[in-house]
């Protein structure tokens, strides 16, 4: 089942949950079917910011009450851990506000936070600003091109090899973004 129909049956309900453990394809694909009229905008707004405000405070408290368990422990063995370290200490608030908008770090973020020395009170403020700021702005989008999409998909209906191509242009540019970054960040360190 995908996850338009999984929403499209449940509901925001199933906006909140997707947004805390799927994220940004889930908060499109509310604003995709609020378009559609299945449920109100700001419903799915709401329960997107909700639902991704509250996972990465779960994250969060996880890693400041369990720094020392072995599952937490595990995580710090990885690249993206320390990366997330790194930044946070580079850039304090910046990081803690962003690191929901940056592709790899959805996860791994809150439980690096709580690990560090960040105040418990300045996480929760800035995480519920950057929770409604997220949840707003990729329902905005599924709302906003989510007619564009449909229309996109009812044109290309039949024409798999079409798809396949846009797929691949898309996976080519992402590959693209993420070894710049990856060169960039050899080169740096």
């Known amino acids: 089942m995908s996850i338009e129909a999984i929403i499209a049956r449940y509901g925001v309900i199933a906006v909140f949950a997707g ?52 599952w937490v422990a595990a995580m710090r063995g990885k690249n993206t851990f320390a990366r997330a370290i790194e930044l ?37 403020l800035m995480n519920l600003v950057a929770a409604i700021v997220w949840g707003t702005f990729f329902v905005a989008l ?13 044109r290309v209906r039949g024409k798999h090899h079409v798809m396949l191509l846009a797929a691949a242009g898309v996976a080519a540019v992402i590959a693209t ?8 960040g050899r080169r740096e360190g």
């Open 88 to 124: 946070l200490e580079r850039y304090p608030h910046a990081f803690v506000f962003s690191f929901r908008f940056v592709y790899g770090f959805r996860t791994v973020s809150p439980v690096a936070i709580g690990t560090s020395t960040v105040p418990a009170r300045t996480f929760v």
């Open 177 to 184: 973004i993420h070894g710049i970054r990856w060169w960039r």
């Open 19 to 70: 947004a805390g453990f799927e994220g940004e394809t889930a908060a499109v694909a509310g604003g995709m079917l609020a378009h559609q009229g299945f449920f109100a905008l700001p419903a799915a707004m709401g329960a997107a910011a909700a639902g991704s405000f509250i996972a990465d405070q779960l994250f969060f408290l996880l890693g400041r009450r369990f720094r020392d368990n072995r």
């Open 142 to 154: 599924g709302y906003l091109f989510g007619h564009a999409v449909f229309v996109l998909l009812g």
